[in-house]
């Protein structure tokens, strides 16, 4: 049972909020099939409406998302990643030469962990691409906070100065992807996770191309400060004037610079923080809703049920009732990479 606005954390230690929000969307990475191309090839792969990853171990190839995003053709580099959101089709190959084929028979036609295809299997002759990737499995929550969050394609380029982990995640994600090791499925697992958090490491590294919203605002040094003190205590009741101080910053230029980059005002993120920590517990806990109401900051259950429901449309109860009727089974695993 949560008893205080503490245990709605994941850490007794001062709070990260990059940690806070990613436990609160239970992303989990899979990975896919990698595979190994010879020759000439061209791959369409359709929309699949969940945030996904790819990634170039060895050799080189690109990327093409239909034109509603104008992106341009991706040239992938030995160990480029590129995450997107899965909303756009796209074809991923090394030439306009071949006919594009469909990617999930490409893929269906070769049994085991690697996926083989191009016109040059047969012979080995041809440049040779090995590759993997994968997708990333998030609640309602997360869908709502993270997919917002991200632009809907982003290429992080093995020439930056990630360059090192990702080239030894990438050769580790592959090996246990295509090894027959007890174990293997589990650590792919991690290290996938691994990966998608220094994706995201270095996309708070360059925060100015981050949409507005709340990854935008944790990488901003300036108002870290009072996001890690909401982040740590949320069941207090902040005040507009502590939080600018913890900034070192007037009331009225922190309460513009935090809106400028969150998108919202201060003491708004607080309740939209509330609310995610609240639906998390309606979701997995039993505890009741007074004592929920409490731990949050609340006087009265009423209060907290009328800003429950203000935020999300429906009372708590409900909610819970809802979120428990409507359990599923983990997605199951993406055959292509």
Known sequence: ?????DNLRDSTDMADPLTDTLALTEAHCHVSRG????GEWALHYP????????????????IDFDDELATGRIELEPGDVVLFDGRHEFVKGNSDAVPVEDAVAAFG???????????????????????VGGHVSLNRTGDELLMRALP????????????????????????????????????????????FLEALRACLAQADDLPVGWLRAIADERIAPALRLMHDQPGRAWQLDELARAAAMSRTTFAERFRSVAGVPPLTYLLNWRMR??????????????????SLGYTSDSAFSNAFKRVNGVAPRRYREAARATRVAPEAEEATA
């Open 152 to 195: 809907p394609v982003i290429h992080l380029r093995a020439i930056d100065e990630r360059s090192a982990t990702f080239h030894w995640l990438l050769n580790r994600l592959l090996h246990e992807a295509t090894t027959s090791e007890l174990g293997a499925g589990l650590a792919a697992d991690d290290v996938a996770h691994l990966l």
């Open 1 to 5: 049972m949560l008893e205080s606005a």
């Open 277 to 294: 920590l609240a639906e998390r517990a309606l979701r997995d806990d039993d505890q009741s809703l007074s004592a929920l109401a409490h």
């Open 109 to 131: 036609a070769t049994d085991g962990p690697i996926a083989r295809f191009g016109n040059g299997t047969l012979t080995g002759v041809g440049p040779r691409v090995v590759g």
């Open 35 to 38: 595979f190994e191309a010879i």
């Open 47 to 62: 929309a699949t409406n969940r945030l996904k990853f790819t990634a170039a171990v060895e050799g080189t190839c690109w």
